[in-house]
């Protein structure tokens, strides 16, 4: 497993839902499973093969941060390609979070 850095940002925390919302409501194939206040529970599937791709996101407000994690089934882990997903995800949500 391989960590990702969360996302550093300060704003009002709720905008940084609700801008992170924005951002996964535009993304294909997704699907939010759950969310509240600080935490968003999604699917995505990838392109090829539609592998189910778990992305777990969690706003922590105190430390002013935005963890993400994002698993796939360990046998077809090359073909989701998740580091790539997360990589792509924390951009958008980076560049999304500073034109708010």
Do not use: K, N, Q, Y
Not at 23 to 44: K, N, Q
Not at 75 to 97: G, H, K, M, V
Request: charged share 30%.
């Amino acid at each position: 497993m391989r960590r990702i850095e969360p996302l550093a940002f300060a704003m009002d925390p709720a905008r940084v839902r609700s801008v992170v919302l924005d951002v996964l409501g535009r993304t294909p194939r997704l699907r939010i499973l759950e969310r509240d206040d600080s935490s968003v529970h999604a699917v995505i599937r990838s392109a090829w093969l539609r592998v189910p791709i778990d992305v777990e996101l969690r706003i922590d407000a105190a430390a002013g941060l935005v963890h993400l994690r994002v698993s796939t089934p360990l046998a077809l882990r090359e073909r989701a390609r998740p580091r790539s997903l997360s990589r792509d995800l924390l951009a958008r949500f980076e560049t999304a979070i500073r034109a708010a």
